[in-house]
Nanobody, 115 residues
Framework: QVQLVESGGGLVQAGGSLRLSCAAS????????MGWYRQALGKRREMVAL???????VYADDVKGRFRISRDNATNTVYLQMNSLKPEDTGVYYC?????????WGQGTQVTVSS
C-alpha cells in the first residue's frame, strides 16, 4: 500500500507561482512512476508532469517551460513548481504513483488562478 499526501495548493493571480508537494508513505521504498495530474471542472483528468520508469520526464505541452517537476528519492517526495500561472491552469491537482503495477492517487489539492 502507498499513501500520497499533497500540499501547496491555493489561490494565486495570473502570472504568479505555486509549489505543490506530494509525500509518499507506506510500503513503497522507491516508486519509479510518480507525478501530477489535474482535473478542471467538467473536464477529464489529464497528465501534467511525471517521472516515468527510467526516470525520464514528461510534461504536457501547455505547461512546458512554465512548470518543473522534481523529486527527492530519499523521502519519496515529488514537487511541482508552477510558474507563470494562467487561469486555465485552475483545477484540482492530483499526485499519482504507480508501484508494482498498481495506481495510487492523492486526495487532490485545489489550484485556482484568478485573472
Amino acid at each position: 500500500q502507498v499513501q500520497l499526501v499533497e500540499s501547496g495548493g491555493g489561490l494565486v493571480q495570473a502570472g504568479g507561482s505555486l509549489r505543490l508537494s506530494c509525500a509518499a508513505s507506506g510500503s513503497a521504498s522507491s516508486i519509479n512512476v510518480m507525478g501530477w495530474y489535474r482535473q478542471a471542472l467538467g473536464k477529464r483528468r489529464e497528465m501534467v508532469a511525471l517521472f516515468t520508469s527510467g526516470n525520464s520526464l514528461v510534461y504536457a505541452d501547455d505547461v512546458k517551460g512554465r512548470f518543473r517537476i522534481s523529486r527527492d528519492n530519499a523521502t519519496n517526495t515529488v514537487y511541482l513548481q508552477m510558474n507563470s500561472l494562467k487561469p486555465e491552469d485552475t483545477g484540482v491537482y492530483y499526485c499519482h504513483a504507480n508501484y508494482r503495477g498498481s495506481n495510487y492517487w492523492g486526495q487532490g489539492t485545489q489550484v485556482t488562478v484568478s485573472s
